[in-house]
Structures are given as structure tokens and as C-alpha cells.
């Protein structure tokens, strides 16, 4: 039903930043909350960042607060994560996410395929 599209991984020196953006072709974008996670070479997957449905709150890892920050644009049916101050630790492929449930769960109905991102030391 819903297939989520990122972009704008690439590779970055420490220190510098990226936006990534997550295109959706949902009817009802607005109904979702969304969410960015990572995943680095021999490491589990990590949750990055959420924002929710209704009022807008956003949430963040501890690794990435006050760094990156996560916004919508419903008309557009995207999310972004724009990233700041970016750490060779910051590398991994980044995925997004999109939850249909009507509270929050912890749990994600559609994802991404992934972008990566390379952080330079």
C-alpha cells in the first residue's frame, strides 16, 4: 500500500551535513507517523529519529540530539533528516519508515529500501 523511496545519502567529511529525504506515494501521508533508523556494518539497527501524526512532536536518539532534525511536509508526501555536524560514527545506511497505527507502538508498517552514508574522518 504505501512504498517509501529515500535519498540523498552520499559521502560527507566530518563536520559537514546531508538532508535526506523520504518520498511516500500514500493516499494518507498525514495519517502516519514517521521515523528514520540506521544501520551500520555489524551493528543492529538503531532508531534515529520519529515525528508524529497529529501534533508534530519529534523524538530523538540520544547519539543524534541537538545534530539532526527530523520535519514533514505533508503537501509533498515527504519526510527529511537534516543532519549537522556529522561523525564518522553518523555512517550507516539510513532507513525510513512509516507507521500506520493509531498510537505509538514502537513498531513500523513500511519501509525503505535505504540510502547510504559515508562520514570521512
Known amino acids: 500500500q504505501v512504498h517509501l523511496v529515500e535519498s540523498g545519502g552520499g559521502l560527507v567529511q566530518a563536520g559537514g551535513s546531508l538532508r535526506l529525504s523520504c518520498a511516500a506515494n500514500?493516499?494518507?501521508?498525514?495519517?502516519?507517523?514517521m521515523g528514520w533508523f540506521r544501520q551500520a556494518p555489524g551493528k543492529e539497527r538503531e532508531f534515529v529519529a520519529r515525528i508524529s501524526r497529529t501534533d508534530g512532536r519529534t523524538y530523538y536518539a540520544d547519539s543524534v540530539k541537538g545534530r539532526f532534525t527530523i520535519s514533514r511536509d505533508n503537501a509533498k508526501n515527504t519526510v527529511y533528516l537534516q543532519m549537522n555536524s556529522l561523525k564518522p560514527e553518523d555512517t550507516a545506511v539510513y532507513y525510513c519508515?512509516?507507521?500506520?497505527?493509531?498510537?505509538?507502538?514502537?513498531?513500523?508498517?513500511?519501509w525503505g529500501q535505504g540510502t547510504q552514508v559515508t562520514v570521512s574522518s
Open positions: 519508515a512509516a507507521d500506520e497505527g493509531p498510537r505509538y507502538s514502537g513498531a513500523y508498517d513500511y
Open positions: 500514500g493516499r494518507t501521508f498525514s495519517s502516519y507517523a
